[in-house]
Structures are given as C-alpha cells and as structure tokens.
C-alpha cells in the first residue's frame, strides 16, 4: 500500500505540471457578439444557448453551430472540420438536406474569414457537430502505450523470479534447522528485495524532463507516456493543413519599387536583426499605409480581470 501510493503522488507532480502547460497555453476565452434584450454585447462563447442571435465578422471563430439569418458575403473556413481550405460561402438560403453541405449553417470551430453574417444558434457544446466528433474520439478504444507494456513485462518477469527465489530459501531453511516462522520471515525478506521501489520513480522523472525539453522546443506533451511513444514513432500519417501547418496566411515577401524584399516579422527578429525593406524607404511607407487602409483588423485589449497582472499586451484578431 505504502509503495502504491508513494508511486501515485510522484506520477501527479510531473503529469500536472504537464497538463498545466497545456491549460496555460490559452489566456483569452473566446468572446462572441450576440444580442439580448434587443442590446448587442459581448459575452464568454461558453455562455451562449440555442436561440441566440450571434453575429459574426472576419476573423472571428464561429462559436456555435448556427443558421444564417442574414449574410454579407461571409465565407468561412472548414479546415478545422473537414480539411478543406477552400473558403466556402454562406448565405440565408438552404441548399442541400446534408447539414454539412448546405450554404446557411456555420459550425463551431471553424473561421470567418470574409464577409459577415448574423445567425441564430442551434448547438452548443458538446451536441454541435465537432462535438459529436470529439464525442466519438474520446469513446474510442485506446491501446496501451509501448512504454506500459513494456514495464508490465519486466514486473511480471521479476516478479516471477521474486517468488521463485522466496520459495527456493523457504525450502533450504527447513533443511538448515530453522523454524516455519524464520523460513516465512526470510522468504518474504527474499521477495520484497527483488522489488525494484525506485523503478517508477525513475522512469517519471526520465518522462518528466523529456517533456519539460520538449516544452522549450514548443513541444506540449499531456500525457507521459506520449514521449516514450513519440520516440519509438517510425512513421506518422497526418493531414497537413491545420496539423503540420497552422493554416495561417503570413508575408512572406515585399515588393514595392520593382524589387522584391524577405518580409521578416520585425516583433520575431527584434531590432538588431539585418532586414532587407528599409522603415524611412517611401515606396515601403506607401504600401504600409495602403495595408493598412485595405485591413480590417482591430485591436482587442479586452483580458480578463483575474489574469490582468499577468498579461501585459494587447492582442489582434484578423
């Protein structure tokens, strides 16, 4: 019992420091605009139920399943859905019986990224369709990892040679003179030595700075026994948009003037780094306002009070 729960409590540090990382990974819940009582405010998208008028602008993640009511050429991404990158436009009209292949229904998870458009909200949570998806994978059977089966066979090996040696010495005990009490007493003496306590203790420490150095490479690992099997991979088979890739438009390249310029992000590279555009050039001055004119982006400063002395920066939704 001792040796049970000490083995619990050093395996909960470690994998609560692991799952910490991850929690800690999103700061902001997601925020929607919906109207209530005839006033358009902004509330948590947890707090959201079927019958709410949410509006939705570019940008912004769909925070429910919904149907649209009115739209201005909102086109959304279902990447996160279906794997398509392709935007697909959404309007008023029913198109098709298939839910997921009519034009008025938009679904939570997925991105505005044109237009805009105002709905009224149908699923929520677990019941809207990548929920049900969710639902799915996590009632999935799981097999066990390399790493446990692995430990199961030594224990079970050792365990087995423990016994066998417990019950040789119990026998010569007898042919030695001694008594049942001192034979049983050294037998299971015999037994508990060929234990190895520190086993478990070992292997989680081993798990635990694996993850923290996977962590430094932006690597986030939730369960321990995920880095034995990421290290025994020998082939992965994955969808590339939104999985290799973050699914993300970035500059890549300027070109004002007639020349052409590596577009390097002057917040990743700091100021001391050797970039190709010049901030005082006054082609790179009028294709900057001319972004800027063109762009709907705005600035959202709207953190939560309890994590305010945390988070010292403003953050932008495109």
Known sequence: ?????????????????????????????????????????????????????????????????????????????????????????????????????????????????????????????ENTVIGQIANLASTAKTDISPLRKELDRFILMISFIAIILGAIFFCLGFLLGYGVITNLVFGIGIIVANVPEGLFATITIALTLTAKRLAERKVLVKNLDAVETLGSTTCICSDKTGTLTQNKMTVEHLWYDGKKAKGHNRQKYGEKFNYEYNLRDPGFNLLHETAMICSDATFNTAVPEDRKADLDLSLIHI
């Open 1 to 125: 019992f001792f040796f049970s729960s000490r083995r619990r409590h050093t395996r909960f540090l470690p994998v609560s420091w692991a799952r910490r990382c991850v929690q800690e990974t999103d700061f902001i819940p997601p925020q929607s605009t919906v109207y209530r009582d005839g006033k358009r405010i902004q509330i948590e998208a947890s707090k959201l139920v079927p019958g709410d008028i949410i509006e939705v602008k570019s940008g912004d993640k769909i925070p429910a399943d919904f149907r649209v009511i009115t739209s201005q050429e909102m086109k959304v991404d279902h990447a996160s859905l279906t794997g398509e990158s392709d935007l697909l436009l959404r309007k008023a009209e029913c198109t098709n019986d298939n839910p997921l292949e009519t034009k008025n229904l938009g679904f939570f998870g997925t991105l505005c990224k044109e237009g805009s458009a105002r709905g009224i909200v149908i699923k929520t949570g």
